[in-house]
């Protein structure tokens, strides 16, 4: 396989409600431990709604000079500093040069509404002294759950064809919103009891530090992890539209994906499924129209279990779990991660363990 279509991990940074480093969050989300409380939050019936939130303690603790503007909330600052937090921790002790490419996952156009605007997030960001991020090279992609996974795609393009030697990839996002909260629980989508076709809304940041050189990559007993290009696809008949559902955006975006990789069958899938009945069913479409590049016993794996709905933060997230498992389990070299946005937006891409 020609090398283009390969980046290397080099690093990530994750927080979320079941752990505040990369490490934490694999392992916690390896034992089951679920980050999942009833909030201060009701429904529209008073019931209160479970919510997947960091501790407020533990974002009091983290503090980083910010530039908050002519805007400002609680949903601003807690998405402000879950994303410094990933990005220091992405970049801690990493020997890279002073010019690193940003490419920032954020929510879906409708959502942008409900969370904090992405220009503000970069600012702060670039403001760090201590960040060797550039500040002429950013990227934002507005699709959501899938955005981190999308993404990839510029990523690519900044490390092969504009020669940079890194790039930061990755979200942070948060529903802690009152108004972004009342949205969805008018259409009667976040979980409360007796409400089985929900999700748990959570928050957290997730960042990858990507490379082209493998032997710049983050190791482990002399391997390291590969992502291929990604694939992606366009579901006409997502959830907010009234085309008939077919599944085909997902199947082509695991379509796509797969054929950038000619090794052995996938044997774990990891997936942004949140509970809600509708990620199930293109799933079972995605695998059935793309059975014959799947391990028969392929295991699935959905974190939001563990830590809930994470927005634009998504698919950053799943890959360096995913990543990070990859690396540990010597039964396993090949794994697909994918991401599906509330409208018609999919990706998906194909992890490989490679040893040096």
Same mark, same amino acid.
């Given at each position: ?11 990530? !940074?994750?927080?979320? *409600? ?7 969050? =694999?392992?916690? /989300?390896?034992? $089951?431990? +679920? ?13 209160p709604i479970t919510l997947a939130s960091l ?95 999308? !993404?990839?795609?510029? *990523? ?7 020669? =940079?030697?890194? /790039?930061?990839? $990755?979200? +942070? ?90 090794g052995e069958p996938v044997k774990v899938i ?22 014959? *590049? ?13 830590? $809930? ?28 991660v994918y991401a599906s946005a509330d409208r ?13």
């Amino acid at each position: 396989m020609d090398s283009q279509h390969k980046v290397y991990i080099a690093n990530i !940074g994750i927080i979320s *409600a079941i752990g505040d480093t990369a490490a934490m969050n =694999a392992a916690s /989300v390896k034992a $089951g431990i +679920s980050g999942y409380k009833v909030s201060d939050f009701y429904n529209q019936q008073q019931q209160p709604i479970t919510l997947a939130s960091l501790p407020d303690e533990l974002l009091a603790e983290l503090f980083f000079e910010m530039d908050e503007g002519a805007y400002y909330s609680d949903q601003y600052e807690r998405i402000l500093t879950m994303a410094l937090f990933a990005v220091h921790e992405a970049l801690h002790q990493q020997p890279v040069d002073a010019s690193i490419p940003v490419v920032l996952a954020i929510p879906e156009m409708a959502e942008q509404g409900y969370s904090i605007p992405a220009d503000l997030l970069l600012k702060n960001l670039l403001k760090q002294k201590a960040l060797p991020l550039k500040v002429d090279a950013a990227s934002f992609i507005a699709t959501g759950r899938a955005a981190g996974i999308h !993404g990839l795609q510029q *990523a690519f393009d900044y490390l092969y064809q504009k020669g =940079a030697s890194y /790039v930061l990839l $990755g979200g +942070s996002d948060s529903y802690i919103n009152t108004a972004r909260i009342d949205y969805l629980d008018e259409n009667e989508r976040l979980l409360v009891s007796n409400r089985m076709d929900s999700f748990v809304a959570g928050e957290g940041a997730g960042f990858l530090l990507l490379t082209r050189d493998r032997h710049k990559a983050m190791q482990l007993n002399n391997h390291v992890v590969a992502l291929y290009r990604p694939g992606l696809g366009e579901e006409q008949g997502h959830m907010y539209s009234d085309e008939p559902y077919c599944g085909d955006g997902l199947a082509d975006a695991f379509r796509q994906a797969l054929s950038r990789y000619t090794g052995e069958p996938v044997k774990v899938i990891y997936s942004s499924m949140n509970g809600e009945h509708i990620w199930a069913k293109e799933y079972g479409v995605a695998c059935l129209r793309n059975r014959h *590049a799947l391990d028969n016993n392929v295991q699935t794996e959905h974190p939001a279990d563990c830590y $809930g709905d994470l927005g634009a933060a998504t698919g950053s997230v799943l890959i360096g779990v995913a990543a990070i498992h990859l690396l540990q389990n010597r039964a396993v070299n090949t794994q697909l991660v994918y991401a599906s946005a509330d409208r018609s937006q999919r990706a998906a891409v194909v992890m490989e363990k490679i040893s040096l």
